[in-house]
């Protein structure tokens, strides 16, 4: 992971060094928010996520926000943002999710392409493939990132 020690919100140094990952998509609505809410759920602070996107859209897909919901989690606070430079800057890993070459480059900062299908405007059991798919993802690269913490059984086991 790179050495970077600044908080792009703040611009203060970051004292910690808790892994952080941006989760990157073209309207940040769907992809990128699945993937940073898994992380959030099951890193309990272990891991800092981040989403973002290269042309940020107005709201979250409903029907992301509905799938998600119905696994217990809760997208009520997420809401679309631009990818910066800074955003990425400050994170340890970008995940791409279909901003291909939109996504800017921070010299030091790995990056990783996660080809995903986009879930706006699809069909129930097309978002819950989707999320199935960014749920093994997401585990996996918590075991990564973490891998003394104990993660949660996924939130797709009933």
């Known amino acids: 992971?790179?050495?970077?020690?600044?908080?792009?919100?703040?611009?203060?140094?970051?004292?910690?060094?808790?892994?952080?990952?941006?989760?990157?998509?073209?309207?940040?609505?769907?992809?990128?928010?699945?993937?940073?809410?898994?992380t959030e759920h099951y890193a309990r602070g272990q891991v800092i996520a981040l989403s973002a996107g290269t042309q940020p859209g107005e709201r979250i897909h409903p029907e992301v926000a509905h799938a998600l919901a119905q696994l217990g989690l809760d997208t009520s606070r997420e809401r679309p943002q631009q990818l910066t430079p800074e955003i990425?800057?400050?994170?340890?890993?970008?995940?791409?999710?279909?901003?291909?070459e939109a996504c800017p480059y921070v010299p030091g900062v790995t990056y990783r392409d996660w080809p995903v299908g986009d879930p706006g405007g699809q069909d129930d059991a097309t978002v819950r493939r989707i999320i199935t798919d960014l749920d093994t993802r997401v585990?996996?690269?918590?075991?990564?990132?973490?891998?003394?913490?104990p993660l949660a059984p996924s939130v797709l086991i009933p």
């Open 88 to 100: 990425v800057a400050a994170s340890d890993l970008a995940i791409t999710l279909g901003c291909g």
């Open 1 to 38: 992971m790179n050495g970077q020690t600044t908080d792009p919100a703040t611009g203060q140094p970051r004292e910690d060094r808790t892994p952080r990952v941006v989760f990157a998509c073209v309207r940040n609505g769907g992809r990128s928010v699945i993937a940073r809410v898994l």
């Open 139 to 149: 585990r996996d690269l918590l075991h990564e990132l973490a891998p003394h913490f």
